[in-house]
């Protein structure tokens, strides 16, 4: 969809990289020693070994740590947002929004040390396949139906979500029923029809 649709389309899914049965297989390495040891584990000579192949090697088929990266974060992407839109598409009984929320938080506990990565300061937009964060993201403004609350919905999704990766909430603290507060929360205003036209475009549709 384009500012130009004025309307809730659906962007089109990006084609993936190819990718050789090699890079394949590093982003597999990569995303196991990633989520078993942590952001800090992940270096070249490190993946190198854990592959079988001298550090210098992995540089024919990643150009960098940066570029592995991207391929992490891209594969991330991929996942969330096939998630996120089939959560749209066949919400259930328990509404849009709730369907949404379950499937983020389902997406980001499953892969905790990819879903930083993803989220982080760090995050490697300019080397992204055009066109996969917007397209990933969007089934928040799809729910929304608005720009700005549909950010407010991805601040209230992610910052939870960090929060409960952190186990920075309070001894005993209810989470499904913090996350269920948040989905009626959003849930409220207008009740609005997955496809209502909305007033503003997408914009920072980040999931």
Known sequence: ?????????VTSRPEPRVRSARM?????????????????????????????????SIYKHFES???????????ALFDMGDALHHSVADPGADGPVESLLA???????????RY?????????RA???????DWAGEPFFIVAG???????????????MILELDDRFLAGSDLDATWQAGAIAFSLPGDRPVGEPASLH??????
């Open 1 to 9: 969809m384009t500012e130009a649709d004025g309307g809730l389309g």
């Open 24 to 56: 394949a297989e590093l982003v597999r390495a990569a995303l196991g020693l990633l989520e078993t040891e942590g952001a800090h584990a992940l270096t070249m000579r490190r993946l190198a070994a854990l592959v079988g192949m001298r550090a210098p």
């Open 65 to 75: 740590k940066a570029a592995l990266e991207v391929a992490l974060v891209e594969d």
């Open 103 to 113: 499937a983020y938080r389902s997406q980001a506990t499953s892969r905790p040390n």
């Open 116 to 124: 930083r990565l993803t989220t982080s300061s760090a995050f490697p």
């Open 127 to 133: 080397g992204l396949l055009a066109g996969l964060e």
């Open 146 to 160: 608005e720009a700005h609350l549909s950010q407010a919905l991805w601040a209230f999704a992610h910052g939870t």
């Open 202 to 207: 997408p914009v920072g549709r980040q999931p």
